[in-house]
Nanobody, 122 residues
Framework: QVQLVESGGGLVQAGGSLRLSCAASGSIFSIGIMGWYRQAPGKQRELVALITSRASTNYADSVKGRFTIFRDNAKKTVDLEMNSLKPEDTAVYYC????????????????WGQGTQVTVSS
C-alpha cells in the first residue's frame, strides 16, 4: 500500500520556524512531483510549494522568501522549512505526491498525506 506520512507540525509563535517532513512508503518506482498544500478553517486547500524530481520548485506568493521545499528522491521524502511564520500560516498542511509510478509503466492517481496541524500564535 502506497501512502504518505507527515510529521513536524505544532504550535509556534509568530516569527518562529517549523520544519515539516513527509515520507512516501510502499512499492514506488518514482514520483514526479511532491508538494505541500494547506487548508485553513473555512478556506479551500491551496498550494504552498512543490518540487519536481529534477528539483524545480514553485511557491505560493504568500510564502516566497520564507518557506523552502527540499526533496530526497532516493528516500522519497519531501520537507518544508518554514521561517518567519505568521498567524495567517495557521492551517492543516498536507503532503502530496503526483505522477506516482509503481513500475516503469504503471501510474496511480495523486496521493495525499493525512495532514499535520500548524498553528502560529500572535
Amino acid at each position: 500500500q502506497v501512502q504518505l506520512v507527515e510529521s513536524g507540525g505544532g504550535l509556534v509563535q509568530a516569527g518562529g520556524s517549523l520544519r515539516l517532513s513527509c515520507a512516501a512508503s510502499g512499492s514506488i518506482f518514482s514520483i514526479g512531483i511532491m508538494g505541500w498544500y494547506r487548508q485553513a478553517p473555512g478556506k479551500q486547500r491551496e498550494l504552498v510549494a512543490l518540487i519536481t524530481s529534477r528539483a524545480s520548485t514553485n511557491y505560493a506568493d504568500s510564502v516566497k522568501g520564507r518557506f523552502t521545499i527540499f526533496r530526497d528522491n532516493a528516500k522519497k521524502t519531501v520537507d518544508l522549512e518554514m521561517n518567519s511564520l505568521k498567524p495567517e500560516d495557521t492551517a492543516v498542511y498536507y503532503c502530496n505526491a503526483d505522477q506516482v509510478m509503481l513500475t516503469s509503466r504503471s501510474t496511480i492517481p495523486p496521493i495525499w498525506g493525512q495532514g499535520t496541524q500548524v498553528t502560529v500564535s500572535s
